[in-house]
Structures are given as structure tokens and as C-alpha cells.
């Protein structure tokens, strides 16, 4: 037998042999228990990354959708914005064909009402000389038969009907130049209008 092997030391071996095994289960639950909490750890952390990521594909879904809707958007506004520089510009050109229109109408009109006043004199003068005619005939005795007073009397109506409906084709002319004017104002003033809101 070993002399150094005595009751004392295998006493002694097994107590630290036992220790041993104590502080190694010890060790071992400690690990579990690490292990079993780093586990959970990682699963809520698994969790949370699967959530940002849901949340992120969401985001990107969304941002997808409203840069989708934003291209419709500026599209449609600047179709609408050519659209309306197409319409002023329309409307600028009639509105300028109606300045002249306009224009025209206004020395359309005073020269029918130049023309009006002269056809209303010279209706006059005329008047006047068959009048002056008639009653210098009626101061001469037995000079004008009853043919040339019928004769007299017919020219005189026909000069009268003559002028007046000369008269009245130009007082409708002048009447409808009149009514044309007035709608040009109005479509210029709602140009103007138009102008000013925009």
C-alpha cells in the first residue's frame, strides 16, 4: 500500500472531489440559467426585428403609393397649368380681335350717325324744295294741270317713303352696332375680371 495514501487524504480527496462536483453543477445552473435568459433575450429581440422589418416594408409600401401619388399630382397640375396658360392665351387673342372688333363697331357707329344726320338734313332739303316747289306751282294760275300735281304728288311720296326707310335701315344698323359694342364691354370687363382674379 502507498504510504502516502491514508484515511486523511482520501478524506480529504473525496471533500474536494465533492466540492469540485458542487461547483461545477453550480457552474452548470448558472450557464442553464444564462442561457435560458440569453435565449429569451435573443427571442425578443428576434420579435423586435421581425416588426421593424414589418414595419419598415409597411413604410416603404406607403411611401411607394405616395410618391406614386405625388408624380399623378405635379402631372395633373401642370397639365392644368398649360391648359389654362393655352386658355389665356386664347382669350387673350379674342379679346384682343373683340378690342378691335370693338373699335370698329364705335367708328362704324359714328359714321352711321354722321350719315344719319346728314340723310336727316338732306331729307329735310328735300322736303323743303318739294314743298317750295308745290306752293311756287299753286302761285302760278292755270301753269300745273292736275297730271303734274298727281306726278308731283307721287315723287313726293316716293322721295318721303324712300328716305324714310333709309332712315330706319340705319337706325337698326346703328342699333344693332349699338348692342355689339355693349357685348364687347361685357366680355372685356369679365376679361378684366378674369385677369384680376388669376
Same mark, same amino acid.
Not at 395633373?76 to 379679346?95: F, G, P, W, Y
Given at each position: 500500500?502507498?504510504?502516502?495514501?491514508?484515511?486523511?487524504?482520501?478524506?480529504?480527496?473525496?471533500?474536494?472531489?465533492?466540492? =469540485?462536483?458542487? #461547483?461545477?453543477? #453550480?457552474?452548470?445552473?448558472?450557464?442553464? *440559467?444564462?442561457?435560458?435568459?440569453?435565449?429569451?433575450?435573443? *427571442?425578443?429581440?428576434?420579435?423586435?426585428?421581425?416588426?421593424? !422589418?414589418?414595419?419598415?416594408?409597411?413604410? $416603404? !409600401?406607403?411611401?411607394?403609393?405616395?410618391?406614386? $401619388?405625388?408624380?399623378?399630382?405635379?402631372?395633373?397640375?401642370?397639365?392644368?397649368?398649360?391648359?389654362? $396658360?393655352?386658355?389665356?392665351?386664347?382669350?387673350? $387673342?379674342?379679346?384682343?380681335?373683340?378690342?378691335?372688333?370693338?373699335?370698329?363697331?364705335?367708328?362704324?357707329?359714328?359714321?352711321?350717325?354722321?350719315?344719319?344726320? *346728314?340723310?336727316?338734313?338732306?331729307?329735310?332739303?328735300?322736303?323743303?324744295?318739294?314743298?317750295?316747289?308745290?306752293?311756287?306751282?299753286?302761285?302760278?294760275?292755270? =301753269?300745273? !294741270?292736275?297730271?303734274?300735281?298727281?306726278?308731283?304728288?307721287?315723287? *313726293?311720296?316716293?322721295?318721303?317713303?324712300?328716305?324714310?326707310?333709309?332712315?330706319?335701315?340705319?337706325?337698326?344698323?346703328?342699333?344693332?352696332?349699338?348692342?355689339?359694342?355693349?357685348?364687347?364691354?361685357?366680355?372685356?370687363?369679365?376679361?378684366?375680371?378674369?385677369?384680376?382674379?388669376?
Amino acid at each position: 500500500m502507498d504510504p502516502r495514501v491514508t484515511p486523511l487524504n482520501i478524506s480529504m480527496s473525496l471533500r474536494n472531489s465533492l466540492y =469540485t462536483q458542487d #461547483h461545477i453543477k #453550480h457552474k452548470e445552473l448558472q450557464w442553464a *440559467k444564462d442561457k435560458e435568459e440569453l435565449t429569451k433575450n435573443l *427571442k425578443h429581440q428576434e420579435n423586435l426585428l421581425q416588426k421593424l !422589418t414589418a414595419d419598415k416594408n409597411k413604410f $416603404e !409600401t406607403r411611401l411607394e403609393e405616395v410618391e406614386g $401619388e405625388k408624380c399623378s399630382v405635379e402631372e395633373k397640375l401642370q397639365n392644368d397649368i398649360v391648359a389654362l $396658360e393655352s386658355e389665356l392665351s386664347e382669350t387673350k $387673342e379674342n379679346m384682343e380681335a373683340l378690342s378691335k372688333e370693338k373699335e370698329e363697331a364705335i367708328n362704324r357707329c359714328r359714321e352711321m350717325e354722321d350719315y344719319i344726320s *346728314k340723310m336727316g338734313v338732306e331729307f329735310k332739303e328735300t322736303m323743303h324744295m318739294v314743298s317750295n316747289s308745290i306752293e311756287w306751282g299753286k302761285d302760278v294760275p292755270g =301753269t300745273i !294741270t292736275e297730271a303734274q300735281k298727281y306726278s308731283q304728288s307721287l315723287v *313726293k311720296d316716293i322721295v318721303i317713303r324712300e328716305c324714310q326707310d333709309k332712315i330706319m335701315q340705319l337706325e337698326k344698323e346703328n342699333h344693332y352696332h349699338k348692342e355689339a359694342i355693349a357685348m364687347v364691354v361685357s366680355v372685356d370687363n369679365r376679361y378684366l375680371c378674369h385677369e384680376s382674379i388669376i
